[in-house]
């Protein structure tokens, strides 16, 4: 158990939906990361937040969107969703950012897009 | 840009070594190492920074050389529990981690 948490763990939804995905990062852990890990993209980072503020930016569609709240808790949120973005999303945090710090991934959420 | 992993996949007996490379045709600032087995979350083996320093986990090290931009994971008298995937991450100084698409570990009795 990493200590990250994400919920919920499997979501089904329809096309032109929109979700939003849960994490919850390690106790005292500032950053979070967001990854979307599919079978023709592999892991691809999307987006992080430092402290409440969007740090570094991946491949993230503007359908994406994410935020830190000051509880430190992120969400993604993914709107008029696709078929293609089914995929497993992980959620990560790490202790900080100015020198590269392990990141702990949590147990993911599956969407399924039908 | 995704760093290039090689070989995919590797078969090996228990107490076997194996070696996985990761490329960049980029200069890093950085090389993560994870292990991700089928159903769970990567997991944190080794982080690698630019000076080429050689690192380890168990039995498991890895390398960086920073002219070359590769890093080289060495799994040593491997274990039925080092079966999984291991991804190498790159990263170039700008906080974004760029993940090769992966080796496949098996390791049999």
């Given at each position: 158990?990493?200590?990250?948490?994400?919920?919920?763990?499997?979501?089904?939804?329809?096309?032109?939906?929109?979700?939003?995905?849960r994490?919850?990062?390690?106790?005292?852990?500032?950053?979070?990361?967001?990854?979307?890990?599919?079978?023709?993209?592999?892991?691809?980072?999307?987006?992080?937040?430092?402290?409440?503020?969007?740090?570094?930016?991946?491949?993230?569609?503007?359908?994406?969107?994410?935020?830190?709240?000051?509880?430190?808790?992120?969400e993604?949120?993914?709107?008029?969703?696709?078929?293609?973005?089914?995929?497993?999303?992980?959620?990560?945090?790490?202790?900080?950012?100015?020198?590269?710090?392990?990141?702990?991934f949590g147990?993911?959420?599956?969407?399924?897009?039908? | 840009?995704?760093?290039?992993?090689?070989?995919?996949?590797?078969?090996?007996?228990?107490?076997?070594?194996?070696?996985?490379?990761?490329s960049?045709?980029?200069?890093?600032?950085?090389?993560?190492?994870?292990?991700?087995?089928?159903?769970?979350?990567?997991?944190?083996?080794m982080?690698?920074?630019?000076?080429?320093?050689?690192?380890?986990?168990?039995?498991?090290?890895?390398?960086?050389?920073?002219?070359?931009?590769?890093?080289?994971?060495?799994?040593?008298?491997?274990?039925?529990?080092?079966?999984?995937?291991?991804?190498?991450?790159?990263?170039?100084?700008?906080?974004?981690?760029?993940?090769?698409?992966?080796?496949?570990?098996?390791?049999?009795?």
């Open positions: 158990d990493s200590g990250v948490t994400q919920t919920p763990k499997h979501l089904i939804t329809a096309t032109g939906q929109r979700v939003t995905l994490c919850s990062p390690r106790s005292g852990d500032l950053s979070v990361y967001w990854y979307q890990q599919s079978l023709d993209q592999g892991l691809q980072f999307l987006i992080q937040y430092y402290n409440g503020e969007e740090r570094a930016k991946g491949n993230i569609l503007e359908r994406f969107s994410a935020q830190q709240f000051p509880d430190l808790h992120s993604l949120n993914l709107s008029s969703l696709e078929l293609g973005d089914s995929a497993l999303y992980f959620c990560a945090s790490s202790a900080g950012t100015e020198v590269p710090y392990e990141q702990y147990p993911g959420t599956r969407l399924t897009v039908t | 840009q995704q760093p290039v992993q090689s070989p995919q996949a590797v078969i090996l007996r228990e107490g076997e070594d194996a070696v996985i490379n990761c960049s045709s980029k200069a890093l600032y950085s090389v993560h190492w994870y292990r991700q087995k089928h159903g769970e979350a990567p997991v944190f083996l982080i690698l920074l630019k000076g080429g320093e050689q690192k380890g986990h168990e039995k498991i090290s890895a390398s960086f050389n920073e002219k070359k931009q590769q890093s080289s994971l060495y799994l040593t008298a491997s274990q039925l529990s080092y079966s999984g995937t291991y991804f190498c991450g790159t990263e170039v100084g700008d906080y974004k981690l760029s993940f090769g698409a992966g080796t496949t570990v098996t390791v049999r009795a």
